[in-house]
């Protein structure tokens, strides 16, 4: 909000030159106002986050309810405005879009929500759900677009296409809704799918399916894919790389099995720890985890902020200063004070 | 603590309710034994009738009920013979409790959180001083882990995890001999979850408590089973014990489910369920599971009866008539 509007530019400052998204020094904060117009202070819900994407790969961002992951979602969507930092996609600067840059951006991204029932206006039928993306931008010819809808709903399984086409979102299971959404989200044969909880309102026989399609639809495709989600147990068959956010900071990112067998923050590894397999040996014993909250994102503890609930805080430091980004072994980062002396940096 | 009672047996269990579209039939003749100091798990997806199962253990039903009968016997007494009055007096909250979905959110806002935990003491008559049922919810309130001044505060100045830990204290509160939990960490927070799931661990060695946990949460469920069941479309499957189940479920339902489920630690191969659960409206007429089985053949098209194979192991289904020992 500090900044004015910018054109977008070319990049030159990307340290991928593949990245096909790269988040810099990202800031989404909102006011908190008292009678609304004294403002009080900012709840810090995007707080300095780093990270890029190249084309065709499928990252996680994991953390618990009102860590953030939602809001950074949203940001790169282009729904929240960042109060400071940058977004380019494909080389160009997305923040500040305008015009018919901006409906060129939202061409090329697909968002599939957490709520299917809710992303779906009731009084539409699929078939004119699925049309109105193709109407918004520019598919003229009708054939050209029943085609593609045609193309859209085989590629989600939804067989044989003509018994869904003049159905409305009600008559559907959460499943085949959820699927409808996806293949809203891909009928602009986007470059980037952003996916927020999209499968926490399903039920687990019909989770692993649609995470199958989707999954497979970002190979095939080779679309970006932004998995958001808490189910850490998921990320291994569904995602490449991790980034593990906490209070509006990404405190941890690794290759998928390099962060889940060997964490280093103290926050996975809590959160690692908390997810049980079924297993009935489970019942006999109590998980080490720390007690507490995530702490309110409207005033953030000083220094590290797990600090208070961390069970290897080290005195006079971690709750100081805000730790850096260390890079314990190879391709592996985490914001944690412990890893200062094995950093390469 | 305990009553004198020993455990609970329901039997044929039926909870049908009317609705503009027909008769939804939520519970379907369930069968369910449960020793006393033993945890059950009811695991489902959703809208499988776990919900009805336990609102229909507890008589907390709707308007709108067209069939409710069967037995539910604590012990040697069958509570199904008791009138609603009495129901109310002596068996609801006394010696079945219920921590309810979201219960954190159905704390009342304007009372303090140790007066909502001592009230159902006195609403039943274990006391009539109020500093007595006091001081009783605060020592409920210290064992599910919240801190004594918390309890003189109200639910808005607590998080979710400790009005959580609050409404499993209302439950406990007058030593009941059974305790329904009805997915009591769905809303929360993993940590928190782990939490909650801790304080339920520790009460159960404690107190003994006999608890049912239902839940679609399978991974979650392992955390606090002895036993477990499995519901589909309005009908237990499977029974087993907890150890059995997570290693060898039975009924191809619950081994589809079980390969459902992504596990952390080891890599597999997931599976999915094709198709949908039936309409509850109107069930198949044989096995309900059978359309989307995999193994399924020409039997199917009849009702399986419950066979009891190995070890004691119940289960609903055509597979195991050559294994039943009960003929």
Request: glycine fraction near 6%; charged fraction near 25%.
């Amino acid at each position: 909000m500090a900044e004015t509007a910018v054109v977008p530019q070319g990049t030159g400052q990307d340290s991928r030159p593949d990245a096909l998204l790269a988040v810099k020094d990202l800031h989404t904060w909102f006011e908190l106002r008292k009678w609304g117009f004294i403002r009080t202070g900012w709840v810090r819900a995007v707080d300095s986050v780093d990270f890029s994407l190249a084309a065709g790969e499928a990252i996680a961002i994991v953390g618990e309810s009102g860590c953030g992951k939602s809001s950074l979602a949203k940001t790169i969507l282009g729904l929240n405005t960042p109060t400071r930092g940058q977004i380019f996609f494909n080389g160009r600067r997305i923040s500040h879009l305008t015009g018919r840059e901006g409906e060129w951006y939202k061409s090329q991204i697909g968002y599939v929500m957490q709520d299917p029932y809710g992303a779906l206006p009731p009084f539409m039928s699929i078939r004119r759900l699925l049309e109105e993306p193709l109407l918004i931008h520019g598919v003229k010819d009708p054939a050209e677009r029943h085609e593609r809808i045609v193309e859209a709903m085989t590629q989600m399984k939804m067989t044989p296409v003509d018994d869904f086409l003049s159905k409305f979102p009600h008559m559907l299971s959460g499943g085949q809704q959820q699927r409808v959404v996806i293949a809203r989200a891909i009928i602009l044969k986007p470059k980037l799918i952003v996916a927020d909880e999209p499968v926490s309102m399903l039920d687990a026989s019909v989770r692993v399916e649609i995470l199958q399609l989707l999954r497979g639809l970002q190979r095939d495709m080779n679309i970006g894919l932004i998995y958001i989600t808490h189910d850490l147990s998921t990320v291994r068959y569904f995602s490449e790389r991790i980034f593990v956010m906490y209070a509006g900071r990404l405190v941890e990112e690794a290759e998928v099995d390099d962060l889940l067998d060997d964490p280093k923050h103290p926050y996975t590894k809590a959160l690692l720890e908390a997810i049980a397999d079924p297993d009935a040996g489970n019942a006999s014993v109590y998980r080490k985890v720390p007690g507490g909250e995530p702490p309110s994102l409207a005033n953030p503890p000083s220094g590290c902020r797990f600090h208070p609930r961390c069970p290897v805080m080290i005195k006079g430091l971690c709750e100081v200063e805000d730790p850096p980004r260390f890079e314990p072994t190879r391709e592996h980062k985490t914001l944690c004070w412990l890893y200062r002396e094995v950093s390469g940096e | 603590m305990a009553h004198q009672s020993s455990g609970l047996t329901v039997e044929d269990l039926y909870l049908h309710f009317r609705t503009r579209r027909g008769v939804v039939q939520a519970v379907d003749g369930v069968n369910l034994t449960l020793d006393s100091g033993r945890t059950l798990v009811i695991v489902g997806e959703s809208g499988c009738g776990k919900s009805s199962l336990s609102r229909a253990i507890l008589r907390l039903l709707p308007r709108n009920v067209h069939t409710y009968k069967g037995s539910i016997r604590l012990g040697t007494t069958d509570v199904m013979t008791f009138n609603d009055e009495l129901f109310r007096r002596e068996v609801r909250w006394v010696r079945i409790a219920m921590v309810p979905q979201a219960a954190m959110n159905a704390l009342n806002p304007v009372i303090r959180i140790q007066e909502q935990v001592a009230e159902p003491l006195l609403v039943h008559g274990s006391t009539q001083d109020l500093d007595e049922a006091i001081d009783q919810a605060r020592r409920m309130l210290r064992m599910v882990g919240v801190p004594q001044d918390f309890a003189e505060r109200y639910p808005f100045e607590l998080s979710g995890g400790m009005r959580q830990r609050a409404a499993i204290a209302m439950a406990l509160v007058a030593s009941p001999d059974l305790v329904l939990l009805d997915e009591p960490t769905s809303a929360l927070d993993l940590l928190t979850q782990a939490n909650i799931m801790n304080v339920l661990k520790a009460v159960k060695q404690d107190l003994q408590s006999t608890f049912i946990l239902i839940t679609h949460d399978i991974a979650t469920s392992s955390e606090l089973a002895d036993d477990a069941a499995v519901m589909y479309a309005g009908q237990i499957v499977e029974l087993s014990t907890a150890d059995q189940f997570f290693r060898d479920p039975l009924h191809p339902y619950s081994q589809k489910l079980m390969a459902s489920v992504p596990t952390l630690r080891e890599k597999k191969t997931l599976e999915f369920i094709p198709g949908q659960p039936p309409s509850l409206l109107d069930p198949p007429k044989g096995c309900r599971f059978a359309d989307r089985c995999e193994a399924r053949f020409a039997r199917c098209s009849e009702e399986p009866p419950v066979f009891t194979v190995r070890g004691g192991r119940r289960v609903k289904c055509w597979l195991y008539e050559s294994e039943a020992t009960d003929g």
